[in-house]
Nanobody, 124 residues
Framework: HVQLVESGGGSVEAGGSLRLSCAAS?????????MAWFRQAPGKEREGVAA????????DYADSVKGRFTISQDNAKTTLFLQMNNLKPEDTAIYYC?????????????????WGQGTQVTVS
């Protein structure tokens, strides 16, 4: 049973930084998968922020966060990170960690079938 648990959200002033973590459990080390961060602001659709393949060879970012956010994972592939720098008020949202099994590693939420519970990020 795969589980994803996010942490690291909080409130920060514009220009500040936060680092989100997503602890993953229940994965088989032999499976091919992609992990990603999504976010959803009040009244808006859930949008992809960044994605990374299991081996790290594929990385994708939304245009709105390129140059400011960095997705990464630990060597054991059990924790996913999102380093967010130069945060802006428009980055305020609930951030979700997600996973999908297969070769797709993009930012379409419809491709992801396992989700964490989300963590709130507020930028003022």
């Amino acid at each position: 049973h795969v589980q994803l648990v996010e942490s690291g959200g909080g409130s920060v002033e514009a220009g500040g930084s936060l680092r989100l973590s997503c602890a993953a459990s229940g994965f088989s080390p032999s499976e091919e998968y992609c992990m990603a961060w999504f976010r959803q602001a009040p009244g808006k659709e859930r949008e992809g922020v960044a994605a990374i393949s299991r081996g790290g060879g594929t990385v994708d970012y939304a245009d709105s966060v390129k140059g400011r956010f960095t997705i990464s994972q630990d060597n054991a592939k059990t924790t996913l990170f999102l380093q967010m720098n130069n945060l802006k008020p428009e980055d305020t949202a609930i951030y979700y960690c997600a996973a999908n099994w297969g070769t797709y590693c993009g930012l379409s939420r419809y491709a992801y079938d396992t989700w964490g519970q989300g963590t709130q990020v507020t930028v003022s």
